[in-house]
């Protein structure tokens, strides 16, 4: 039955109407020459709806006219049908035709190249790359040979330690993992300069001349460890016959104490009598000192190793509001030197000692009083 | 004359263990339940109403009565009748 329904829809069928006197005359003339009917309803004795074949349909129609029948087309249901309907639409189903070919032909190009995982390098260093080795927006999908690709890129940008093509749709994603490289090696001449005011309290020279003595209190911009060779020295008539500055790199390693001061005030809110409460002196002096102390430590350097630590909390009536202040002084441990390099001058001998990176503490060497 | 050639192929057709109403064109009639009546080698219908339905066949008239009776589907040799059947008669 089921075969027999999808048949007849695959077939089309029509739902007809016949109205009459001679209906089973027509049914049985009907079903003579071969037609099959259908889900037949006889409403009234002189109206039949039935269903039949399509190409039963205007025999049936045929049959009545000659029986005094008429038979009329209700509905007409299937497959040829929906098809005439379509063909009526052909403009619409051709754009419809011609947009899913477009859809289709478009998505089999790449459009897009994506670049993930750069950090140093350009992405239109990649892209460019890319591009030459075959992923460029525009190429067949089926083109990009995906290693060759990943080939190229390494060959032409040695910066890349990995590399990996995927194609999504019409979007190319190159995904780029850098080689780290090391920070450029340590060279070239200077010095090494306090960085802070402090007092030295260990000094290892590794190279160059020490210019400072544990207990010395040392001001930034001092040098503290000199790269400037001894006139006289092989060294130094080698560099002046090439004409460099006679000036090698320093280095070595000066710690010692500096001294952080934080500072803070916090007015005594009165209370409701307008008078100034024990317990809002002592909130207050909490505050000022925790305040003062988050100063000092933001100053602190990483490696610095706070030593001592002194803490005076004033209040101050007099003053409208009444305040307190928080004084916190903290000694530190830390590393007092800073490298500072000197610019390579043909005619500088030895005077060229700058504080570049600080411009100001411009000057000369000056040796501490033995 | 007629009646030899039946008698005859009537004897063929049991002899041959075929199907009478096959080889005779007889009409065959099943009940299904009190719903749907099949009737095979039918000769058109006679009338078409809800409550009666009359097929001719070679044999006679098959008067198919009941309530709601409707025409499921007739072909040239198969009709199907579904409705509440009450009554199937054979008339000679």
Redesign the interface.
Known sequence: MLVRTLWSHLQGYVIIRAKGRRLEALINEAVAAGARLWRLDRATPRLLVARTDAANFRRIARTGRRLGVRVSALEKRGVPFVLGRWRRRRAFLLVGALFVGLFYGLSRFVWFVDVHGVERLPAEEVVAAAARSGLRPGVLRSDVEREEVVLGLHRELPRIAWAAVEIKGALGTVRVVERTEPDPPLQGPGHIVAAYDGFVERIVVSQGQGLVRVGDTVQRGQPLISGMLVPGSDAFARKVEVGEPPVLRAEGFVAGRVWYRGEAEVAIPPDEAGAVSAEAVAAAGRQASEAAEAAVLEAIPPDGEIKERDLAVVEDMEASPPVVRATLIVSVYQNLGRFSPVAPSPEADGSGLKDESDGQEDGQLQRPEP | MKRERGSVAQRMAKLLELPAEIVLDLPKTTLVGGMQVFVENHG???????DEIRVRTVQGEIVISGRGL???????RELVVDGRISQVELKR
């Open positions: 058109g219908l006679l009338s078409y109403a809800p409707k025409i499921g589907s007739i072909m040239p």
